[in-house]
């Protein structure tokens, strides 16, 4: 036996830093600063008494910091200031949630463009990406770190403790719970009933020599444990997340009829957009009428039916045959797609396409605008020159698939055909000398101002974008497996109470007290129900007589 | 069909009524004597939890033949929504009332009830037909555990706040009595809204703002903050005092300033016009109707509503969210502000837990802590869904 051990006068050995006895409760007079009984009537039954390493050394700087951290009030802070840092993100869009209607959605102007000094500052401070940064994510760990210390610093001495209890308290121990009560000459019969009773409750009772303990629940005790265990659990998964190996995010865009490589995926698959659709809420629904009326359109669905398909094992690709098909199948929003571990999501569309355009030829001269030919251009493969029946030729000199002026000179901004704009030279069948034209919606130029024939915009198709994003996360099942114990943790420990009652003799009297670490009201019903009949008077609640006393003097004064 | 929505409506009116004709039921109860004691039941108790207990059923009629015309469930919409909340504190009470047979509380949670429920009938009430990402059964699932989450929380401020005014000094003018005026006085504001809502909604006002960008934007209350640089369509209704600041974000955002304006103004009407009733700050008059009830029960609810709350809140505001949110936005967790404010939500009862292991934040501390938890709730379904743009926003 160590000399730092308190050996109790029932005889048990406590380790250092205990505050009551684990045995029989009796306080250590030493240590009762510890958890402030030594201010108080009432004994502090939260660990028990127990010796938490955090109480009990403060000396290297080991001790400190694991004192810092298995501090409640400490943790307390950490999630105070995450909850205010949290609420800090959402007063402006995070960087990924910039509208995309803004007019310049670079974050370096979007901020000020949009709030001002105070948009300007935030970005500044980085709090457009809040969740992201070193600062927020130090946080999360710090909490993490604080409840895994703080648990082990109080499992296992509590675990302790609850185990070594004994049936026998001392009196002052009992004298000091919040619920207790002596009554005089209590025949046996009714001690009997009240444990009887107290039985029927499902309470467990353990007896020595007439010193009786009536106990449930103990495991709710361990709800905190495993709340924790579940949260830990969680922040694993979010770093294991991190990883490329178990998570992958990507996105792409696919054009109806267009096949596209699945990003990240090594070029091994590959995704065909075969049909595009949107469907809108029916206006003259009964239901819906009024909403539609007040507000437009409503979306009800948009979907893709796409083919997947992937190569062959040991295949060349290129080869003919190199191919194989994994599914058919449709993709709308809350129904992804699933195969060989990637998910696909339907996400949004694009509806500013064009697919192809038709002009027509006319003389420059004609107010009528009568059609001499007409031209139609896919616009994934544009020809070079294009013939009519009636003898015109068309070649497309310049493309711009969307079209802008920069400094004067014209360029495309993309390689999707968004707003197309054409430099055409046509050659009538009367004409020797083709003539340069410049057509694009809403512009239409003649570079010398003497063209005999026009081009003008007859008819166009649109097609549909459909933006699918790519998703391979294998972190899943720890954050399913995490969440569920955290539930469990917290029903465990919220929806039972640990509840215990002392019966003991005291001379000629019954002694009669009892703890709960929540629900006090639930522990005095159970009383209630077993000392009913009995000569047993029901115990006092010591606090709340404190209490009322306190008021009532207040009252008088 | 129709018909359905014609019965869902009455339904609703009639749990309205009934809810109201409880409160004073409740009422009653706090001049009979037997009240501290649970052991016996007072008669006006008894009418009283039978009356809610049939106007929530009465709730449930118009939430069901809703679901059935509209062929989803009602909780799509700001209207749904709130007035969803509303039942889910009713129910919420009845729970605890059946736990702890304390009439008091339903003085207090039926008013804040019917507050939430004439709050959330200000809003459009037409069904709406539902975009594809809500077109999904845990819609439904998710929300109406968020809901009622939030309802078993809301117990907690409704104790917290009867700890509040029994417990508060009112002896002289303190810091403390004052700050739990302003909550009487927000309560109030909530109730100023309706009634002003009303009021113009009643005299068909409108006045119509064309913005520089050649929007419009209609006004239904009188413009005290108007759109910035925007012109009053129709000459003869009133010019704005002043436009409201470009910062203020959101669609219509200027004309939601306006309506708070206009809310408060309300409020601070009838709260002066209870003022002139109660002659004493309304905390100092309804302390003495309470001196019967015991603190401990009171606080006891306080902490046992988180208690039961908070797993419930766990399951339908983070787990079945993240659920819905993997299946339609392809990812579990986005930090859209909605889930942000969850999250808050779920830190600061995570801490209220926590500080009530320590014995110092028993009682008073933690009943301002209630008043705070419902302060972010109700920050999450107005502020949140009107303001702080979203996937979730129903403005
Ligand atoms: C900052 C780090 C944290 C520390 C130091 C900490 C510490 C503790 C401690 C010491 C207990 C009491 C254990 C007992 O009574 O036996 C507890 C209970 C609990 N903790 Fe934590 N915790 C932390 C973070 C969290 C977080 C982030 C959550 C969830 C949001 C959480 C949820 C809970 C719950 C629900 C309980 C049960 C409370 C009760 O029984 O009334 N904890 N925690």
């Known amino acids: 036996m160590s000399v730092d051990h308190i050996k109790c006068e029932c005889g048990h050995v406590n380790p250092e830093g205990t505050v009551l006895c684990e045995a029989c409760g009796k306080p250590v007079a030493k240590n009762q600063d510890i958890d402030g009984n030594n201010k108080k009537k009432l004994l502090n039954m939260r660990y028990e008494g127990s010796a938490r390493r955090s109480q009990t050394y403060n000396r290297s700087i080991v001790d400190k910091t694991w004192n810092f951290f298995s501090s409640v009030r400490n943790g307390v802070i950490l999630i105070l200031i995450a909850l205010v840092a949290s609420g800090v993100g959402t007063i402006f869009p995070q960087a990924m949630y910039i509208p995309e209607e803004a007019p310049n959605r670079d974050p370096a102007f979007y901020y000020e463009d949009a709030f001002g000094i105070l948009g300007k500052i935030y970005y500044q401070l980085g709090f457009h990406e809040l969740y992201s940064s070193w600062w927020y994510m130090i946080l999360i760990a710090l909490i993490g770190v604080s409840l895994v210390i703080c648990s082990l610093d109080r499992f296992v001495p509590l675990h302790r403790a609850l185990k070594m209890q004994k049936p026998k308290r001392h009196y002052t121990f009992l004298s000091r719970q919040r619920l207790f009560g002596e009554t005089e000459n209590v025949s046996d019969e009714d001690r009997q009933q009240v444990i009887k009773k107290l039985k029927k409750s499902r309470y467990k009772i353990t007896e020595d020599n007439g010193y009786v303990l009536a106990e449930k629940n103990r495991f709710s005790r361990w709800g905190p444990y495993v709340n924790h265990i579940g949260l830990i659990i969680i922040l694993l998964a979010a770093i294991l997340r991190m990883t490329p190996l178990l998570f992958m995010d990507e996105y792409v865009w696919v054009r109806e009829g267009e096949e596209k490589v699945i990003p990240g995926t090594d070029n091994e698959y590959f995704i065909e957009n075969k049909k595009f659709t949107v469907d809108f809420h029916d206006e003259n629904d009964e239901r819906f009428k009024e909403a539609i009326e007040n507000q437009g359109d409503v979306e009800s669905n948009f979907q893709t039916d796409v083919v997947i398909s992937k190569v062959k094992e040991g295949s060349v690709v290129g080869q003919s045959d190199s191919m194989e098909t994994v599914t058919e199948d449709s993709i709308w929003m809350n129904h992804p797609l699933k195969f060989d571990g990637i998910t696909l999501y339907q996400s949004g569309y694009q509806e500013n396409e064009f697919s192809d355009m038709t002009f027509k030829i006319y003389e420059t001269d004609d107010e009528d605008q009568e059609s001499l030919g007409e031209v139609t251009i896919d616009l994934d493969t544009p020809e070079d020159t294009y013939k009519t029946d009636s003898g015109f030729e068309v070649e497309v000199t310049k493309y711009y698939p969307e079209y802008e002026l920069k400094n004067g000179e014209p360029r495309s901004i993309s390689q999707y055909p968004r707003d197309p704009a054409f430099v055409f030279e046509v050659l009538g069948p009367d004409q020797e000398e083709a003539e340069m034209s410049f057509v694009g919606i809403g512009k239409n130029i003649d570079a010398t101002g003497d063209n005999k024939y026009k081009l003008g915009i007859q008819d166009f198709n649109v097609r549909y974008v459909s933006g699918i994003t790519v998703r391979k996360d294998y972190t899943l099942p720890f954050f399913i497996i995490g969440a569920a114990i955290f539930l469990f943790g917290v029903i465990q420990g919220m929806y039972w109470q640990h509840r215990r009652v002392w019966i003991h003799p005291e001379g000629d009297n019954l002694v009669l007290a009892a703890h709960t670490n929540k629900n006090w009201f639930g522990l005095k019903k159970d009383i209630d129900k077993a000392i009913e009949g009995t000569s047993i008077k029901m115990p006092i609640d010591q606090e709340e007589a404190e209490e009322k006393k306190a008021m009532e003097e207040d009252e008088e004064a | ?395």
């Open chain 2, 1 to 395: 069909m129709s018909n359905l929505v014609s019965i869902s409506s009455t339904a609703l009116y009639t749990a309205f009524v009934l809810y109201l004709i409880a409160t004073l039921f409740f009422g009653a109860t706090i001049r009979d004597k037997r009240t501290a004691d649970m052991s016996k039941k007072s008669i006006s108790g008894v009418i009283g939890i039978t009356l809610t207990i049939i106007g929530f059923l009465a709730q449930v009629v118009y939430f069901i033949s809703r679901w059935i015309a509209g062929g989803h469930a009602p909780v799509s919409n700001m209207f749904e929504f709130v007035t969803f909340l509303g039942m889910t504190l009713v129910f919420a009470f009845i729970l605890i009332y059946f736990i702890y047979r304390l009439s008091v509380l339903g003085l207090f949670a039926l008013p804040i009830a019917l507050l939430i429920i004439a709050y959330g009938s200000m809003f459009p009430k037409e069904i709406s037909p539902l975009v594809p990402s809500l077109q999904s059964n845990w819609l439904f699932i998710h929300v109406i555990t968020v809901s009622i989450a939030q309802g078993i929380l809301a117990i907690s401020f409704v104790a917290g706040l009867i700890y509040l005014i029994l417990k508060v000094d009112q002896k002289k003018i303190t810091l403390k009595n004052i700050l739990l005026e302003i909550v009487i006085f927000l309560l109030v504001t909530g109730l100023g809204f309706s009634v002003i809502t009303t009021i113009f909604a009643s005299m068909d006002y409108e006045a119509i703002f064309q913005t520089p960008e050649g929007l419009e934007m209609d006004y239904h209350m009188p413009a005290i903050s108007g759109p910035k640089g925007a012109e009053l369509v129709d000459s003869d209704k009133m010019e704005p005092l002043f436009s409201a600041p470009t910062w203020f974000q959101g669609e219509a955002a200027p004309r939601k300033l306006n309506t708070l304006i206009w809310s408060f103004i309300a409020g601070t009407v009838l709260y002066g016009f209870i003022r002139l009733l109660t002659r004493k700050r309304v905390g100092a008059r309804v302390q003495p109707w309470l001196r019967k009830i015991s603190p401990q029960l009171v606080d006891e609810v306080m902490y046992r509503s988180v208690a039961i709350g908070f797993p419930v809140f766990t399951l339908g505001g983070l787990i079945f969210a993240a659920i819905w949110a993997q299946i339609a936005w392809d990812r579990f967790w986005g930090w859209d502000p909605k889930e942000v404010w969850a999250l808050i939500t779920w830190f600061f009862y995570a801490a209220f837990l926590h500080l009530r292991l320590s014995r110092g934040w028993h009682g008073e501390k933690s009943a301002w802590l209630a008043v705070i938890g419902f302060a972010i709730i109700m920050f999450n379904i107005i502020v949140v869904n009107l303001v702080l743009a979203g996937l979730h926003s129903y403005a």
